[in-house]
């Protein structure tokens, strides 16, 4: 069965980075992208980007542009995301979500999450 | 980039039929799908595309789209129906791009 199994929670200074980890199992990794999301305490989904981890290309969201990387091992079946210059508004939760893509439907949906990981940025 | 529009909170009485809308002009290009996300849990997948449910999700749930509109309907709403209801989609930018409605907490009376 699919999975997307993520690394814990960090505690973070401000300024300072964190990089989060996410493995796939139960399917090829490098077929699907991986995106990545992340939820403040009590607020909304926000999507930050997207990694191709066949190619390793990425997209990111404007707001973290210049701020977060995505990376890939494949080796490992395992999908990065690293934020820097970390502030007390990066304290979230931050999920991986597998992208599926009808191509033929014209569909695009995130079938599967991660567990989430919860990133806390205080001095 | 888009924005998905929701309304913050609607309710439904135990057994009846609610509608959760999510509007945005990424809406003319591409379906919506639709995620469930109860507390502490990460969220779940329940409509996408056209309207399709993935496996083990209840018939009760559809989902219709038209023009910059798309919805999700849930017929017979039942107590663990209630729940954080999100809508994306592609942004109309680009299909690289994502963007998320605001979410609909839906409460079930």
């Known amino acids: 069965q699919v999975q997307l199994v993520q690394s814990g929670a960090e505690v973070k200074k401000p300024g300072a980075s964190v990089k989060v980890s996410c493995k796939a199992s139960g399917y090829t990794f490098t077929s699907y992208d991986i995106n990545w999301v992340r939820q403040a305490t009590g607020q909304g989904l926000e999507w930050m980007g997207w990694?191709?981890?066949?190619?390793?290309?990425?997209g990111y969201a404007q707001k973290f542009q210049g701020r977060v990387t995505m990376t890939r091992n494949t080796s490992i079946s395992t999908a990065y995301m690293e934020l820097s210059s970390l502030r007390s508004e990066d304290t979230a939760v931050y999920y991986c979500?597998?992208?599926?893509?009808?191509?033929?439907?014209?569909?695009?949906?995130?079938?599967?999450w991660g567990q989430g990981t919860l990133v806390t940025v205080s001095s | 980039s888009s924005e998905l529009t929701q309304d913050p909170a609607v309710s439904v009485a135990l057994g009846q039929t609610v509608r959760i809308t999510c509007q945005g002009d990424s809406l003319r290009s591409y379906y919506a799908s639709w995620y469930q996300q109860k507390p502490g849990q990460a969220p779940v997948l329940v409509i996408y595309?056209?309207?399709n449910r993935p496996s083990g999700i209840p018939d009760r749930f559809s989902g219709s789209s038209s023009g910059n509109t798309a919805s999700l309907t849930i017929t017979g709403a039942q107590a663990e129906d209630e729940a954080d209801y999100y809508c994306?989609?592609?942004?109309?930018?680009?299909?690289?791009?994502?963007?998320f409605g605001g979410g609909t907490k839906l409460t079930v009376l």
């Open positions: 994306n989609s592609r942004d109309s930018s680009g299909k690289l791009y994502v963007v």
């Open positions: 595309g056209k309207n």
């Open positions: 990694m191709n981890p066949n190619s390793g290309n990425t």
């Open positions: 979500a597998r992208d599926a893509v009808e191509m033929a439907t014209i569909e695009y949906y995130f079938d599967y």
